[in-house]
Each structure stands twice: as C-alpha cells, then as structure tokens.
C-alpha cells in the first residue's frame, strides 16, 4: 500500500525514478520525513520501490555569490571613487547596480551576524565583538536556535552552502578542535567552510586556519601560501566540483576574505603594482578632495553634498608631518591598496570561473565592500606589528622606518596603517570603523548584478538600506519562505526587507522599504528614521582603546541631520529641530528595548578584558600528559599580569632532544619552553619587538628531566581593571629558569604584556602551530623528539589589599570628576 502521511508537496518525476526531486513549503525545517510513495508487499516480485525525493529549491533559483570584504570605507574602492583599483567590484556595478546608502553596523562580527540571520545584532548576541562579549542577550556572542542563518535555510531548501573566509561569529570558548561545533559555520547550515577563525589572521601563516572542523597548515608546505589567493583557489575547486557533480543544483557562497582588515599582508607583486600607481604621494587631505570630486563625477554622491571638515583637532594634516613621517604613512597606504587589490582581484577570479561554467546568467553576485567603515585602530602612527597596538606599545616612527619599511606587509610584519587614512577612506564621511552613529563608521557601497534579472545595467541606487536586508533579499529572489520552525524550535521574526524592488529600472527612484534602523557600538548611537538620523556626538576617538570612556551613554549629547538635504552629516541642526530630537530619542529607546540594546556600555579595555566562559576559568593549576594543539586564547589559561610557574617533567631521547614543549602565541607576542639542541630555553616575545631569553648553560642528557620556570610578578595584577585602572598590567618581573632543581638562568623583566598574546595563534603542547615566538631558533611545527611525561602550570594572581582598593577607588573618583572625553572640535559650527 502507499503510504498517506502528510506530504502535500509534489514529486518531480515518478514515485519509483531513482531520483525524484520535490520542492517544499519550507516552514518547517528540516521537513517531516518523507512518506513511502511506493507499494510494499510479501514478496518484492510483487511490490513497487520508492526512493525518498530529493529536495530542491523553485525552479529558476538563482546561484548566490555573497561577497564581503573587511574594513573598506566608502571612500576606498574605484566603484564609489575611490583611488584604489577595485574592477571586480567595477564589473559587478557595470553589469548589475551600485547602491550607495547601504550600512553595516560599524563592526566586523555583529555585521556579520546580521548579515547571516537577517536580524539586527543585538538580538542575535552581536552587540559588539566576540572579544568584548558580556554575559547579556545582546552581547553574548552567541546565535541562538531561534535565529536560522541564510546558509541554513537555503541548505534545507535544496542548495549546496559553502563558506570561504573570516569566520567571526562563533564564541571563542567553541573554537577548539573537539567541538562543540553548532557554532561554527558546519553547525550553521554551511556544509563546507574553509577559513579563519577570528576577527583577522595572518595572511601568510594563518595559525587558525580550518577546513570544516579541522585545523590545517597547508603553508608548511608552500612557502608561497597567502590565504587570500588560497581561498579563491578553494572556492573555484567547489564550484567546479558541484557543477560537475550536479549541474542542475544551485549554490550559495559565502565568501568573505580578511582584506582589507589587519595586518595588511598582499604579495610583494602586489606591494609593487600598487606603488607604480603613486595614488597617496599627496597626502590624505588632498586625497579627500580628490575621492570627493570622483564621486561626484560617477553620480555616487549629488551634487549638493558637502565634504565633511577634517578633525584637527585630533588627527594632522598631511603639511603639518615631517619629511620622515609622510615616507613612512605613504608606505603603509600603498600596501593597504595593494592588499583591497589583492583581494579584488583573486574576488574576480572566483567570478570568472562561474562565468566559465556558463553560470554566470543566473547567478546573484551581491558584493558589499566592507562591514564597516576602514579601521582607525593602527593608531597616530600605524604599526608594524597590531598585537603591540593592541597592548598599548607604540612603534616610533624611526624605527618603523630603519627596521620595517622594506618589509612592510611580509610575514616578518603583522601590519597597520596611521589612523588619519583610514579617516580619509571614509570620504565624503566623518569617522570611521567603531562609529555607529556617523557614516564613516556604517556606510558601505555595494554592488549587485544578476544578468537573467536585472536589466538596468551600470544603475545606481540611493534607497537607505542595511545588512539586515540581504538575506530576506536572497530569500525573495530565489523563491524561498522564510521558516517558521528549524530544528523544532519558533524562529524569531526577521528585521530585514527585501531589496528585490530596486532591481528593476521603474523603481529606481521609489521610496525605501527600510523607514527606520537604529545603530549602537560600544555606548556610541543613533536612529535613522524617514530621512533623519539622530547621532550621539563621538566621546571616544576609535584609536583610543586603553580608557572606559564616558561610562553613561544616555548622557551622550545628540546631533540631528536632516539627510534630505545633507547626504553626508555635514550640518548639526538638533538646535533648529528640538521636538525631532525628543521623537527619535524616544524612538531609539523604543528600538533599543525591543532589540536586546540594554544595558548601554561605553567601556573598551574592561570589556575586552573581563572574564568570559572558558574551560580554563576558575582554575589555578593546568596539567597536560602528551602533546595537544589547537587551544584557542580564550581557554588556555593566561600567564600574563601574574605569577606563574611551568613544570615540565619530560624524558630526552639517545639522540639528544629538541622541540616545543608548551607554547601560545607566535612571532607577535607570545612565549615558547622547549629544548634547543637539547639546551632548556624559556622565551618571551615582546610583541615582535624585543626577546626576553632564559637558555640552560649545557644540553641535557638522555634521560628524565624536570625543568621549571618560575616567574614572580611584582604588579597588582588584572583586578585593578575593576576600578577604571590598568595600573596593574605589564608590569616587572623576575623570572628564574631552573634544571633539576638547580636555578640555571635568572632575569629580570622590567616590562611586561599587558593584555593580550598574538590573538590568531594558539596554545600548543610538544609542538608549534602558526609562527615560531622566537624565529632566531626555530621554525614550525618543531615537535618535541622526545617524550612529555607531564606539564604542569600554577598560576599565584595577585590580590588586592585593602590599602590598594581604597587607593583605586579614589583614582577612579578623581578621573571621573575630571575626565574629558576626547570629542572633535567644531568646524565653522557645521559639527
């Protein structure tokens, strides 16, 4: 008998073909298991077969080639004038359409949160990075159940799903190599993923590179390898492969490279393409000027639009530097340039090879460059190497000059540029990336082509729109329901609308579907509503990460601008329109109640720094038995800010005994105990700057050795954070590396890390993934030859007195009633 379940869906081809396929409504995902279509009876001579129907998508779905880069402003790209070759994205603008009021959220995970789920950041935990995750619903860093992502839903829907690139959006305490994997893109509804876990990676040795849920070092092999040319490889070998396979199934593609995100890691080819082209020989006023004029001339900007005054209050102009300064900075545009062309160009690769396939017809190519404004976070001076930055460690200007201008961009480097670029790749803008309530820090171009859909070729698009829009778009264009229920469980509404109305040429100038979107990073905010936006004046510059900033958002003083008449937030009119002000504010409030905002939390280096969930959390004493790679930063214990003891009871073979025995980080800042041609070695990386080394006076013998090394802090440690204080960081110690109960070497250390190690290596036990710490001594993966009987760490953190907490306590009142945030200065009163 055939079984009557219910399945009203319809059968492509007979109940007994070996492979029916059906579409389905797509409510509920997955489906109800299939009924049996077929006959069965005692005998098989006398029944009917029925294979289960394969689903697919509605007939005519489009291929989908999502594309994001990372940390482009505006202002960068050629497609929306900007000096910086870009004819991938050139050609996609030609063939398709260039929208110019499209916005991210300001950061790169919860735009990209958004952009996966369709849902505004904060409701699927992204109110801000991973990095500074808090225990609230809005900041967790975690996508619930109830928010499928696209790749989710367009899987169960019949599609082959693959993602290629930055992975940013899964929690770090998830991040090791035995699972738990729901949160990473496999879990996700993406059935391959080759990339980076993190918010950057190295481009050249990536040391948290993966395929599916496995770490990889494919560059041990390729002396060559740079990621983002190895990530167009991959995906053109996937799209090949899946035509090949099943030519009739669509696709959809996830392909987000870390360009032009830090470090700025392009080819040396690349490097001297972009320096042949001499685009910043002027500066970075008079590139703002010239990026003004094109965009206007391209029609990306009207007319009417007015560049926005440069901040000289806080960032120089290009006449005010020295000779030195103006060599160095124009070094470090050139290799950002040659890096958003680098990845332009492997971006167009990928595109070619679907045209290849004949698959170009019918595929939507949405390329939005950047999620979010470029990043100011290289600071005054830019860096050769970002984790120093990051721990407050500036480079000076000479040094970068003598040690790192010819080398700018390669692997001995970990890149950045001076924050006043970044400012000028936001033209026509003010801000820049972390700003959410200004559009250097939101405004993204982005171009979309579907030749067998949208025919008014080489169009531009003014509609206010955000990355909440594309998935509900990508949906809408491929004829897919949005599900009601994934995996037994009410899906949360979808904040997005489709942008599927702008492809066609009669709607070119119609009203946005989008009315209204609020905005919020790290205490800064805003709420676009019909044609307005209201902005928090900017209390903390984006370079600024060591403070807490105003700790009380709701004080923050409104601007208000009227985008009817002022494209680019030139001209603060909250004091003409105060009953405007006092309707958004209300809405804002409304906006951010129902979208998991609260609480507003203007703080950086605390939130950075605050405990997060960790398998390492709470303990004191760590012991591993054997080798173990791959532990993420978040759950490996941290040695920094305390005293700290390694104990490694280990045995040295005949031969005599070398390699890793623990390690975390890398050639950026990190520390590495192993043997070295059987001499006991302790290393410290300073942030790529300096080495810090304790060596045993003879090799080893074969045999068991218990080697020890003891380090005594001398600062009060992390909890001075709790008061507003970072005076308990980086500061001396004395470290004392010991050989069978002998002290063999003694230093002192009068500095410190900080805060954070080389954030995209890992913690690694008898071997070493990603970058050497100490590149004098060894390369990777130099695996202990001999055996680990036990590493043992104790870490002794500091505590507080009572005498200290008062001290503190009276510190942070005294900063408090004096504190100035750093705002910008008025500009003719247009600010």
């Not at 045209?355 to 005054?380: C, F, K, P, Q, W």
């Not at 009601?484 to 040429?505: C, H, K, L």
């Not at 703080?603 to 054997?626: E, F, H, L």
């Not at 590396?737 to 008898?766: C, N, Y």
Request: proline share 7%; aromatic share 10%.
């Amino acid at each position: 008998m055939i079984c009557s379940a219910a399945w009203s869906d319809e059968l492509s081809g007979p109940p007994d073909a070996t492979q029916p396929t059906i579409e389905i409504g797509g409510a509920q995902l997955p489906p109800q298991p299939q009924p049996f279509r077929g006959e069965i009876k005692t005998l098989a001579s006398e029944s009917r077969p029925s294979w289960p129907a394969r689903i697919v998508p509605p007939q005519g779905a489009p291929n989908v080639l999502l594309i994001m880069t990372d940390d482009v402003g505006f202002g960068a790209p050629s497609t929306f004038g900007g000096v910086i070759p870009t004819p991938a994205l050139d050609r996609i603008a030609a063939e398709g359409l260039r929208y110019t009021n499209f916005h991210s959220t300001a950061l790169c995970a919860p735009t990209r949160a958004a952009l996966l789920t369709g849902r505004n950041p904060h409701m699927v935990g992204f109110g801000v990075v991973p990095e500074m995750s808090t225990g609230y619903p809005g900041y967790d860093g975690v996508i619930t159940k109830d928010k499928a992502t696209i790749g989710r839903v367009l899987r169960d829907n019949g599609y082959r799903t693959a993602w290629f690139g930055k992975n940013h959006n899964t929690p770090f305490s998830f991040t090791e190599l035995y699972g738990p994997f729901d949160q990473w893109p496999t879990g996700l509804g993406f059935d391959y993923f080759y990339g980076f876990m993190g918010g950057e990676s190295n481009q050249w040795r990536p040391g948290d590179l993966v395929r599916n849920t496995t770490y990889i070092q494919p560059f041990l092999a390729d002396p060559d390898f740079n990621l983002i040319t190895a990530m167009a490889d991959e995906a053109i070998t996937y799209v090949r492969a899946a035509d090949t396979l099943a030519p009739e199934q669509p696709f959809f593609i996830y392909y987000v490279p870390g360009a032009a995100h830090s470090p700025h890691h392009p080819t040396k080819e690349w490097i001297e393409r972009a320096d042949k082209l001499h685009l910043f020989d002027q500066g970075w006023n008079a590139l703002r000027e010239t990026i003004f004029e094109k965009q206007k001339a391209l029609g990306v900007i009207p007319d009417s639009a007015r560049l926005t005054p440069w901040p000289d209050g806080l960032l120089k102009r290009w006449e005010q530097l020295s000779a030195d300064e103006q060599k160095l900075f124009k070094r470090q545009a050139t290799v950002f340039a040659a890096y958003l062309m680098y990845a332009d160009h492997e971006i167009g690769r990928v595109i070619q090879a679907i045209d290849d396939l004949g698959r170009l017809d019918n595929t939507l190519i949405v390329y939005i460059s950047g999620d979010n404004g470029t990043s100011a976070e290289g600071t005054m001076n830019g860096t050769p190497n970002e984790v120093a930055s990051a721990n407050l460690i500036d480079v000076p200007v000479a040094q970068q000059l003598s040690d790192f201008y010819d080398i700018w961009g390669s692997e001995a480097t970990y890149p950045h540029m001076a924050a006043a670029w970044a400012w000028a790749f936001d033209t026509p803008f003010s801000w820049t990336k972390q700003i959410a309530s200004h559009f250097g820090g939101t405004r993204q171009g982005m171009a979309v082509a579907w030749p067998r859909r949208i025919k008014d070729k080489g169009s531009i698009r003014h509609q206010f729109h955000h990355v909440i829009d594309i998935l509900p778009t990508i949906l809408d264009a491929s004829g897919i329901a949005a599900p009601t229920e994934v995996d037994g469980i009410r899906q949360a509404p979808i904040d997005g609308v489709s942008m599927t109305y702008t492809f066609d040429a009669a709607n070119a100038d119609a009203p946005s579907a989008r009315k209204t979107q609020y905005f919020e990073m790290l205490g800064d905010h805003a709420l676009y509503h019909d044609g307005w936006i209201l902005s928090t004046k900017v209390m903390r510059a984006p370079w600024e990460s060591s403070g807490a900033g105003n700790s009380d958002p709701t004080s923050y003083p409104y601007e208000l601008f009227d985008l009817s008449k002022d494209w680019t937030q030139y001209e603060d009119v909250a004091a003409a329109h105060p009953g405007k002000v006092a309707e958004l504010t209300a809405l804002f409030y409304q906006e951010a109640g129902k979208n998991q905002v609260f609480p507003l939390d203007a703080s950086v280096a605390t939130r950075q720094n605050a405990s997060k969930p960790s398998i390492a959390t709470g303990r004191d004493m760590y012991v591993w038995t054997g080798p173990l790679t791959g532990v993420s930063s978040t759950n490996a214990p941290s040695v920094l800010n305390t005293s700290y003891r390694f104990t490694a009871e280990i045995e040295v073979p005949e031969t005599g005994g070398a390699g890793m025995l623990i390690t975390q980080g890398g050639r950026f800042a990190g520390f590495g105990f192993y043997l070295l041609k059987g001499i006991p070695t302790f290393s410290w990386n300073l942030a790529g700057l300096d080495h810090k080394t304790w060596r045993g006076a003879t090799a080893l013998s074969p045999g068991k050795h218990v080697l020890v090394f003891d380090f005594k802090y001398d600062g009060l440690g992390a909890d001075t954070l709790a008061y507003g204080s970072i005076a308990g960081f980086g500061r001396s110690g004395t470290g004392t590396l010991q050989v069978d109960g002998k002290i063999v070497d003694s230093k002192t250390m009068t500095r410190t890390i900080p805060f954070t190690l080389a954030w995209d290596e890992h913690l690694d036990v008898g071997s070493d993934t990603g970058t050497s710490v100490n590149v004098a001594d060894y390369d990777i993966p130099f695996a202990f030859d001999g055996k680990i009987e036990k590493i043992t760490l104790s870490v002794d953190a500091p505590t507080l007195s009572s005498n200290d907490i008062a001290k503190l306590k009276a510190a942070q009142a005294k900063a408090a009633d004096g504190a100035v945030p750093p705002v910008p200065p008025d500009s003719e009163n247009k600010r």
